[in-house]
């Protein structure tokens, strides 16, 4: 438990996060359920002892990139709560949805909700792509989020119909992120987004490199 501690508060010092004690906490606990259910189900990658910490920092860093801390969440393809559940424990005011379309990792994230006994966090089982027919999601977030699980052109294309007037899309991504922007050059001009900040950051933990991609709808 004290190394866990340590090694996320260090961790997440390094990337300019100050965790609290009830904060790492939660993080702890979080990451003991991700460890009971991934033996029955794949949830995330877990190679060595240090992978769920990298996991956790991994998606705090976009902590500074969210300056309401009132503000809609849409994480998709959350999978197994990342990077949703890690912020909504630093930012307890975010109002969160996880989107998910596997059925039992729906499962896993409203057990760890209860568990952790989150608010103003839900979890929505469903394709991406078949709530863009659901009229009372259209321009309902003011952040939309996505840790790698789409490439940049579809997640242009899904991310603007979830999209509030002034949002921000977020994808976080990892080394091929210029070859991704390259391939995204019409995905951007039709949906009339324009790339406003590109932070690029090494993980602490493991020295990974990562790219923090912010999108927003240009001005007319």
Not at 119 to 144: K, M
Request: glycine share 6%; net charge positive; aromatic share 6%.
């Amino acid at each position: 438990m004290e190394k866990f501690k340590d090694i996320i508060s260090k961790a997440s010092g390094d990337i300019g996060i100050t965790l609290i004690d009830h904060e790492i906490d939660l993080l702890m606990r979080y990451s003991e359920e991700l460890l009971l259910w991934n033996k029955k189900m794949s949830l995330v990658s877990i190679k060595s002892p240090l992978d769920i910490q990298k996991h956790f920092v991994d998606s705090l860093t976009v902590t500074n990139f969210i300056k309401n801390e009132n503000s809609r969440l849409l994480d998709i393809g959350t999978g197994a709560g990342l990077p949703g559940i890690p912020l909504k424990i630093k930012m307890e005011s975010l109002h969160v949805t996880l989107l998910d379309s596997s059925r039992k990792k729906a499962s896993f994230l409203k057990s760890t909700i209860r568990k952790l006994e989150l608010s103003n966090i839900s979890v929505v089982n469903s394709r991406a792509e078949s709530l863009t027919h659901e009229e009372n999601y259209r321009g309902l977030f003011d952040i939309v989020i996505s840790r790698a699980a789409f490439k940049i052109p579809a997640f242009l294309t899904l991310g603007e119909y979830f999209l509030s007037t002034g949002g921000t899309l977020i994808a976080m991504k990892g080394k091929n992120a210029d070859d991704e922007l390259g391939e995204a050059a019409d995905a951007i001009r039709k949906t009339g987004f324009e790339l406003t900040y590109c932070h690029a950051i090494k993980l602490p933990i493991t020295g990974e490199s990562r790219k923090i991609l912010c999108f927003n709808r240009r001005l007319a």
